[in-house]
């Protein structure tokens, strides 16, 4: 088969998935994108032939075009998530100062909800839209800027449809992963939850602020929207209850066992 891109659009659980990828893919070659495209092609490209001829494994945060061929022409797929909790979850992780080159402008210490949503960060609004239709920089806004909302919509759409092998959606994590792994002929996709917020440092969102990330994404709300009754409606039926009944009761008893190795795995699997 092919080798395999996940598509990584930060905040969709995507750590948890890539570490349980990784797990899926051991002992085969892995490239991870760092979000830094034209240091990613550079550092791909240096790779000796040997090397670049083994990897079976992209992740990262890149958009849908990567300027990596090998990784353009893999199986690609993707999780989404509704697009206010998206938001609202980057929000706390930058508040929990998790996000290195944001620590400076907005410290933890200090964190204000009002001014980091009107900071114009790209990773604010419509991401899920922009990785979908963007080559170059993730969060770009290049192309979206040139496109009316309908046509970054219908683009967006078109491209999940049709060059994404599969999605899932963060809400129905398990479900989801149940599918890829049918899909893809995995062994059973076990996992343990990565990256979560500290509830002690929750920040509080009051109808304002949910109301500007609204207003914000009201692309990506549209292709979450129907990229959700898609998966409802032809994706979800598939999955066998009580497979999935049994997958969650060997899920309860390695998560944590999982969640302990993960440091060991990021040492093995680290960018090439």
């Not at 899920?128 to 040139?146: F, R, V, W, Y």
């Not at 599969?166 to 343990?192: M, N």
Request: glycine share 4%; charged share 25%; aromatic share 10%.
């Amino acid at each position: 088969m092919k080798p395999l891109r996940f598509l990584h659009i930060p905040k969709t659980a995507g750590s948890t998935f890539s570490s349980m990828l990784r797990r899926q893919y051991l002992g085969k070659g892995h490239f991870g994108f760092t979000g830094f495209n034209d240091a990613d092609r550079e550092r791909f490209e240096a790779l000796p032939e040997r090397k670049k001829n083994r990897i079976a494994l992209f992740t990262g945060h890149a958009p849908l075009v990567t300027g990596v061929s090998e990784a353009d022409e893999a199986l690609i797929i993707t999780f989404l998530r509704n697009p206010i909790k998206r938001v609202q979850s980057f929000c706390q992780h930058v508040s929990e100062g998790k996000s290195p080159h944001l620590r400076e402008a907005f410290p933890p210490e200090s964190f204000d909800l009002d001014a980091f949503l009107d900071s114009g960060n790209g990773e604010l609004s419509n991401l899920e839209t922009k990785m979908l239709i963007n080559g170059a920089q993730a969060a770009s806004p290049i192309l979206i800027d040139k496109m009316s909302a309908a046509e970054a919509r219908d683009t967006a759409l078109e491209n999940l449809f049709s060059r994404v092998y599969r999605f899932g959606l963060q809400k129905h994590f398990d479900e989801s992963l149940l599918l890829f792994a049918e899909a893809l002929h995995w062994s059973t996709p076990l996992y343990g939850a990565l990256n979560k917020k500290n509830s002690d440092r929750k920040i509080e969102f009051k109808p304002h602020h949910l109301e500007r990330i609204a207003e914000m994404n009201a692309i990506d709300i549209e292709v979450y929207n129907r990229a959700k009754a898609y998966f409802y409606d032809t994706l979800l039926p598939r999955v066998d209850t009580k497979e999935l009944a049994r997958f969650r009761k060997k899920q309860r008893m390695v998560s944590s066992p999982l969640k302990l190795m993960h440091r060991t795995y990021e040492s093995i699997f680290r960018p090439n």
